[in-house]
């Protein structure tokens, strides 16, 4: 039996869905001569660690326990009189996970889970890359820092995967990394990349408001937890970033030319989340209304797209025919137009749910699978 | 500089086409830090194979020449005097190709990959395998052979490939692969997974006739050798076998209901191709005339299509509206519909070309590239 062993960054919803997932696909990888060795999990207070990370792991149990309480909003800490596990405070945490990268990526191999939404585990990550461990990533924020922390992340191109950073589990990184690898030259790549967006933009097309859209959209945990960080459209631009990236593109986030969907002193300096979304977003209903009544009187609809080409990088609302494929969206669904000399003539598209913790953490734990012939 | 050793069989129009792609692919492949090492080919009647199989290899300028004198229509033995290389004859050929599978296997790693479009590989193959070598397949016969040959070529899931036997480079058994290992249920696959038979309903949809239509695909290299291959169902009769065993269904070729497009008094034991072509084929114009000319008054389109659901898998003609996924398909487009646990109300969609050698010979260098992590 193949073992993974594994260290998860992150507990929210998508965390803990894989964590659900990864107990939940015990027998069927099994089958396939693979186990999952949880080696430790982290929230932004807390470290949680097997007490020997070399052949030990949190258990099942253990596991469902950790997301009971994080789903109830409980921090890791008071996981300590359970099981034989170690806690740590964020003080420690950081050097604590450097000892745990080197000591497991080098002996058994390592995988480095970062299911956060944080701007944080950057200068952790790049530090485990030089360890011998593997990066999967659902987390956009170190694919869209600076230039260097990226070229660090891929200095072993094979240890690390992102296919959740873009379309959540739709396989769009695998199906790009795919033509590349074979020689594929990739001419254009539009695309619908935001669930929250295309959700917002099909609904309010239906006659609701904005206002009430995002906040269903939030209940229903298809926005981020700022849902501003999917309304200014820097969400998208992350992942265009993240795919002119992949295509060997040298820019950062500021060659990205994107269009906000609120004004700046809406944005988190000036108002707090629910100050946003009890009072600022409702002064936004009204605009937002005529514009798509207005491209409804010309057969249109809007939709916030994404276009590559060339050195162009772009992302914000245009107005589409209703019946083309972007137009035809509905719901949380991307879609992703591929032009290459393969597909040249018609694009080759992928299109699905790109939202949801199932998705989102399903697309993580194919990653996992897909590095397995790294590990010992 | 990581080398991936691979030996070649066929070299029609995919194989030829693999050959050009690595070798043009040999400055990108360096600086991802591999060297693809062609130890061997071989074609129905003979096989070349460099004289030092353990570090040598068939250089680019020799597998430019042995590509253009397939292409012209010679045979492999013509290159005896051309290089260090060995030619075996047909009788030889599989006992050496085995001594090779042998030596080359156990020490570096050996890619066997089947480009051919024969059923007479199986036997090759199955043995191959217990030889620590990796299989890559364009060639749809070997996995739809018996339940037992099939078995075989799994004993060790992660050394086979074979993403170019279903929707050419789609990324479809990728995808599908990626969504199984991450525990997602596949509820229903429906598609239009034939290149030739979505360009051939496409083009009689014009007014075309289907005899007309049917050699010009075949000389576009649309076709497989003998078109009635495609024409009878039984390649997507194959592409739908293949999937419903990559979902776990344990079936063969007698389990799928196949609708044919020609009558078995025109088949292949009873006419040749060219007569099939020059007279058979044109019997059957009128016919499928009226039925495009019957849906078309019904404002639908006729499109040739698999359904795999629950113990149902079946292939053939159904009329559907002109204005869905499928109706509207040009061209050799295929499109992939997959409805699971993660994709439940709409479907994840994967469409484009899924026929021409330069993309199933880019969907089998992504395959080699796949399993790089397997070679030392």
């Given at each position: 039996?193949k073992?993974?062993?594994?260290?998860?960054?992150g507990?929210?919803?998508v965390?803990r869905?894989?964590?659900?997932h990864?107990?939940?696909?015990r027998?069927?990888?099994a089958?396939?001569?693979?186990?999952?060795?949880?080696?430790g999990v982290?929230d932004?207070?807390?470290?949680v660690?097997?007490?020997?990370?070399l052949t030990?792991?949190?258990?099942?149990?253990?596991l469902?326990?950790?997301c009971r309480?994080?789903?109830?909003g409980?921090?890791?800490?008071s996981?300590?009189?359970?099981?034989?596990?170690r806690?740590?405070?964020?003080?420690?945490s950081n050097?604590?996970?450097?000892e745990i990268?080197a000591l497991?990526?080098?002996?058994?191999?390592?995988a480095?889970?970062?299911?956060?939404?944080?701007?944080?585990?950057i200068?952790?990550i790049t530090?485990?890359v030089?360890?011998?461990?593997?990066?999967?990533?659902?987390?956009?924020?170190?694919?869209t820092?600076r230039?260097?922390?990226?070229?660090k992340?891929?200095?072993?191109?094979?240890?690390i995967?992102?296919e959740s950073?873009?379309g959540?589990?739709?396989?769009?990184?695998?199906s790009l990394?795919?033509?590349?690898?074979?020689?594929?030259t990739?001419?254009?790549?539009?695309?619908s990349?935001s669930?929250?967006?295309g959700?917002?933009?099909?609904?309010i097309?239906?006659?609701?408001?904005?206002s009430?859209v995002?906040k269903a959209?939030?209940?229903l945990?298809f926005?981020e937890?700022?849902?501003?960080?999917d309304?200014?459209?820097m969400?998208?631009?992350?992942?265009?970033l993240?795919l002119?990236?992949?295509l060997?593109r040298?820019?950062?986030m500021?060659s990205i030319?994107i269009e906000?969907?609120?004004?700046?002193?809406?944005?988190?300096?000036?108002?707090s989340?629910?100050?946003f979304l009890?009072?600022?977003?409702l002064?936004?209903d009204?605009?937002?209304?005529?514009r798509v009544?207005?491209?409804?009187?010309n057969?249109?609809?809007?939709?916030?797209v994404c276009v590559i080409?060339?050195?162009?990088?772009?992302?914000?609302?245009?107005e589409?025919p209703?019946?083309?494929a972007?137009?035809?969206?509905?719901g949380?669904?991307?879609?992703?137009e591929?032009?290459?000399r393969?597909?040249?003539?018609?694009?080759l598209v992928?299109?699905?749910?790109?939202?949801?913790?199932d998705?989102?953490?399903?697309g993580v734990?194919?990653d996992?699978?897909?590095?397995q012939?790294?590990?010992s």
């Amino acid at each position: 039996m193949k073992k993974i062993a594994l260290l998860l960054m992150g507990c929210g919803g998508v965390g803990r869905q894989l964590l659900h997932h990864i107990v939940s696909c015990r027998s069927l990888h099994a089958k396939k001569g693979v186990h999952l060795r949880v080696v430790g999990v982290c929230d932004s207070k807390s470290l949680v660690v097997t007490s020997d990370v070399l052949t030990g792991e949190l258990d099942d149990a253990f596991l469902s326990e950790l997301c009971r309480l994080k789903s109830n909003g409980s921090s890791l800490s008071s996981l300590s009189d359970f099981g034989e596990c170690r806690v740590y405070a964020n003080s420690e945490s950081n050097n604590t996970i450097l000892e745990i990268a080197a000591l497991v990526g080098k002996s058994t191999g390592l995988a480095f889970v970062d299911c956060s939404a944080s701007s944080e585990t950057i200068g952790l990550i790049t530090q485990v890359v030089d360890l011998g461990c593997c990066i999967v990533l659902a987390n956009k924020k170190p694919l869209t820092s600076r230039t260097e922390d990226y070229e660090k992340l891929f200095s072993y191109p094979r240890y690390i995967r992102h296919e959740s950073t873009v379309g959540a589990g739709l396989p769009v990184i695998a199906s790009l990394n795919r033509m590349l690898s074979s020689g594929d030259t990739i001419h254009r790549i539009t695309g619908s990349l935001s669930g929250t967006l295309g959700y917002v933009m099909s609904e309010i097309e239906r006659g609701k408001r904005l206002s009430d859209v995002v906040k269903a959209a939030k209940s229903l945990g298809f926005t981020e937890p700022d849902p501003r960080d999917d309304l200014s459209g820097m969400d998208v631009g992350r992942k265009a970033l993240i795919l002119a990236r992949l295509l060997g593109r040298h820019i950062d986030m500021d060659s990205i030319k994107i269009e906000s969907l609120y004004p700046k002193e809406m944005g988190p300096d000036f108002m707090s989340v629910e100050e946003f979304l009890d009072n600022g977003i409702l002064l936004l209903d009204n605009d937002v209304q005529e514009r798509v009544k207005k491209a409804s009187m010309n057969g249109n609809v809007l939709r916030y797209v994404c276009v590559i080409e060339g050195t162009r990088c772009e992302v914000g609302i245009q107005e589409l025919p209703n019946n083309s494929a972007l137009g035809r969206l509905r719901g949380s669904d991307n879609v992703l137009e591929i032009y290459s000399r393969c597909y040249s003539e018609q694009p080759l598209v992928i299109q699905g749910a790109g939202a949801g913790n199932d998705t989102t953490a399903a697309g993580v734990l194919a990653d996992i699978l897909d590095i397995q012939d790294l590990f010992s």
